[in-house]
């Protein structure tokens, strides 16, 4: 096997998808006008029916890091289910797009080499400690130093830190080493913020701004917050949150039906028969910007996938809406071989081609007359991965692609075969898209996952940072998504909705969406 070259600060792809998740991996407008106050959540039930106040949630977690999980917000074994509670950031999604959280409004200069965050007053840590510029400055600083290997630091990478400044308690300056007109969707959105000087407490302490604070650590059992009675937003709803450790997605549904727990995610949909039989419980597919997206990667520096003209053979054989109806029961979106969520403005929408007897011609032009035989390294271990895999081999068969299914455990699948082989199968989450262009169609980008090379997007992407104008962004930024359709290694057929469950009586979710504001959330004791 030939050299294989990995992007640089390359991680796995559950770091990332942890980290996402915290980074807010939703949709985002362009942002160079004050933001509006944070979006509410469309009521499931009218809630000025019910007493709305007190209760107790309970949550199951996935136990993502074996018990590894810490309050630390900034480091790659952040207890991301936890710590998206305990912590706020400048800017955040929902529903809405970009919203304000501790900063209240932002403005670039012309150029977009400096931005100013003017913060929200009356914003005080857990522990009684008022929230300035300096405790941003700290954040800053400490995600990007490299001792910490910080999987945020990406969402960074253009400030420049030793430039940081504090203008006053409520006003925050910061340059950028390079021009950045979308900056308030990446790091702002995309780091918690921690108290000046707090960082060898923090994981014990978990003191932040967040509607809830820390009453009990224990990862591997039942981890316990309370509501934060001084957040800025007004008390959450819930009195506490209860979060217990379950690995098992089987056992996740059963604690749910058993009512030892009341909410559970990421619930595969062959399991919601199980639970939509029972009345007293629900189940959705929260669909939108969350929603992953579920794709095979051509190795563009193995052969045959190092020929454009195999790449682009590959993508015309995918018949889209076939393969979202058998591999998905056409619960989510069809989507068009790049990362972009298809339901972002800034989206490149355009459908690509379902056509066998181009992909033949292109096939017999690279030198594969008669088609070519090649293997599919893939895990059942990961919903979707082995319908799709099953779909596409019977549609590549129609071009002569010969396609061997190679079905390797969940446990040792990112380590053998993710990156290793010339075709594979891989998932994600879509951040905004300047994050999600940055990170997946630079070479040295940790999600460029088929080491795809293209000058041209490059350049696009170095022109459409420094360009102010919005309309002239969002153009770039789409050209560099229809040539990762055209020529990058990806084969991205559909985004697919995330699974989640809960019984009748958890009101104050945002319908059929993973985002979601936990503050609104409230206990209906008369469901």
Not at 38 to 45: D, G, I, L, W
Not at 49 to 68: E, I, Q, Y
Not at 303 to 322: G, I
Not at 406 to 420: H, K, V
């Amino acid at each position: 096997m030939s050299q294989i070259r990995k992007p640089a600060n390359h991680f796995s792809r559950r770091t990332f998808l942890q980290g996402s998740l915290t980074a807010g991996a939703l949709f985002g407008l362009a942002a160079c006008v004050p933001a509006q106050p944070p979006a509410q959540p469309v009521e499931m039930t009218d809630p000025s029916a019910v007493d709305t106040s007190g209760g107790t949630l309970r949550l199951a977690h996935n136990l993502n890091l074996s018990g590894r999980e810490s309050l630390d917000p900034h480091i790659r074994d952040s207890f991301r289910a936890v710590n998206d509670l305990l912590y706020g950031r400048l800017t955040r999604y929902s529903v809405a797009g970009l919203d304000a959280e501790l900063a209240e409004s932002w403005e670039a200069n012309e150029d977009g080499t400096e931005w100013i965050f003017h913060l929200r007053d009356g914003v005080t840590f857990h522990d009684g400690k008022p929230f300035t510029a300096q405790d941003v400055i700290y954040s800053f600083r400490r995600v990007a130093d490299p001792e910490l290997r910080s999987g945020l630091v990406t969402f960074l990478a253009p400030v420049d830190m030793d430039g940081l400044e504090a203008l006053d308690d409520r006003t925050l300056r910061v340059p950028m080493t390079r021009p950045y007109a979308d900056f308030p969707l990446v790091g702002p959105a995309g780091v918690p913020i921690i108290a000046d000087g707090s960082g060898d407490t923090v994981a014990t302490t978990g003191n932040g701004t967040g509607p809830f604070k820390l009453e009990n650590l224990d990862v591997e059992g039942t981890s316990v917050l309370v509501a934060n009675e001084s957040y800025w937003g007004g008390p959450p709803k819930l009195a506490r949150m209860e979060f217990s450790a379950i690995a098992d997605g089987d056992a996740r549904v059963n604690a749910l039906l058993a009512g030892q727990i009341d909410y559970a995610n990421i619930i595969s949909q062959t399991q919601s028969p199980l639970i939509e039989s029972n009345p007293d419980y629900i189940f959705e597919i929260a669909s939108g910007p969350l929603d992953f997206s579920y794709f095979l990667v051509m190795h563009t520096q193995m052969a045959p996938f190092d020929d454009v003209r195999v790449r682009k053979a590959m993508k015309l054989v995918v018949d889209r809406a076939l393969m979202l109806e058998t591999a998905a029961q056409g619960n989510g979106q069809i989507a068009f071989d790049h990362l972009i969520y298809p339901g972002d403005p800034l989206a490149y929408t355009v459908e690509p081609a379902f056509d066998v007897e181009e992909a033949k011609a292109l096939l017999a032009e690279a030198g594969y007359p008669d088609g070519f035989d090649v293997t599919l390294h893939t895990s059942s271990g990961f919903d979707l991965f082995m319908p799709i895999a099953i779909t596409y081999k019977e549609m590549a068969a129609a071009a002569g692609i010969n396609i061997t299914i190679e079905d390797y455990p969940a446990d040792s699948y990112w380590t053998q075969a993710f990156m290793q082989t010339p075709l594979f199968s891989s998932f994600t989450i879509s951040p905004s898209t300047p994050v999600m262009l940055e990170l997946a169609y630079r070479p040295d980008g940790f999600l460029n996952e088929s080491l795809w090379e293209s000058e041209e997007a490059v350049q696009l992407l170095d022109e459409a940072f420094a360009e102010m104008d919005a309309e002239k962004r969002a153009d770039m930024y789409r050209e560099v998504q229809r040539l990762a359709q055209e020529e990058g290694g990806h084969i991205v057929p559909f985004f697919a909705g995330v699974g989640r469950a809960f019984h009748k009586s958890v009101k104050g979710l945002t319908p059929n969406s993973a985002a979601i504001d936990w503050a609104q959330v409230y206990i209906d004791p008369s469901a």
